[in-house]
Each structure stands twice: as C-alpha cells, then as structure tokens.
C-alpha cells in the first residue's frame, strides 16, 4: 500500500465508516418499509440498540486486521483509537 495512506486519520476514518456501513445494510435488511428514524426509536424501545452498535463495531477487526497485515500500523492505532470511542459510547448508552 502506499504510504500516504498509513495515516492515523485513514484508521480514524475507516473507524467510523465501516460501523456506520454495517448500520446501513443492517437498516435496509431490517427496516420493513420504516423511515430510519422509526427504525432506531425500535432499537431503543426493544432495548437493542446497543447490542446492534457492539455488532457494527465489531467489523473493525477486520479491518483492523487488514491494516496490521498491510503494515499500515499508524491507521492500526487510528482504527484501534475509535473502536475504543465507539466502545465508551456503547457502554454510556447501556448504563445511562
């Protein structure tokens, strides 16, 4: 890979593109027919919307992994860096 991309900010980046992705494809798989809005209000009513965020986040393996076999090590720590964000928002949702 070139190294223009082993930037912390590409990890960053693909950090939170990816969950947001898996948000998506699991919105459409899921929705119904509901507006995106209704769909999270029955996330949070079912009290899954957490469980569905830990499953997206958990796709930053992946490329986490990716980026550790491509020696890209300064987007591995970016990655890492907002899987851990990710992981804080998780657990202020669950416990507030």
Avoid: H, Q
Wanted: charged share 15%.
């Amino acid at each position: 890979m070139p190294e223009k991309y082993n930037r912390m900010v590409t990890g960053v980046v693909a950090g939170m593109a990816v969950p947001l992705l898996v948000m998506l494809i699991f919105y459409l798989w899921k929705s119904g027919g509901m507006t995106m809005a209704d769909f999270f209000r029955r996330l949070v009513y079912t009290d899954v919307l957490t469980n569905t965020i830990s499953v997206a986040v958990f796709a930053n393996v992946f490329v986490f992994l990716l980026f550790n076999r491509l020696d890209m090590l300064k987007a591995s720590r970016g990655i890492l860096g907002i899987t851990i964000i990710w992981a804080i928002v998780v657990f202020v949702l669950k416990f507030s």
